[in-house]
């Protein structure tokens, strides 16, 4: 089992920032896709963001040009950037790493990391 690391949540107001790490071993950080989904009260867990090799970024229309996935390679981390949040963006937000292709999830996951924005 891949062990992978989240922090970074917290409570904002809207129009407020957070940036969210995702630390993971090496291995899996050189050779898996890794990512972001969210879940909502209510709501399926969905697609958030992704980073790879092949295939770069990927970003879900409701968060595409407010957020960014990024990557420290020397770190094996993986952060994503999030601005200009919405109230929409409350959710548990999990990190994720799998040979997996496109905006489907990989095997493994992290215990999640609470973002709550207030309006």
């Known amino acids: 089992q891949v062990q992978l690391v989240e922090s970074g949540g917290g409570l904002v107001q809207a129009g407020g920032s957070l940036r969210l790490s995702c630390a993971a071993p090496?291995?899996?950080?050189?050779?898996?896709?890794m990512g972001w989904f969210r879940e909502a009260p209510g709501k399926e867990r969905e697609f958030v963001a992704a980073?790879?090799?092949?295939?770069?970024?990927d970003y879900a229309d409701s968060v595409k040009g407010r957020f960014t996935i990024s990557r420290d390679n020397a770190k094996s981390t993986v952060y994503l950037q999030m601005n200009s949040l919405e109230p929409e963006d409350t959710a548990v937000y999990y990190c994720?790493?799998?040979?997996?292709?496109?905006?489907?999830?990989?095997?493994?996951w992290g215990q999640g990391t609470q973002v709550t924005v207030s309006s």
């Open positions: 994720n790493a799998g040979a997996n292709i496109g905006r489907v999830p990989g095997d493994y």
């Open positions: 090496r291995r899996t950080f050189s050779s898996y896709t």
């Open positions: 980073i790879s090799w092949i295939r770069g970024t």
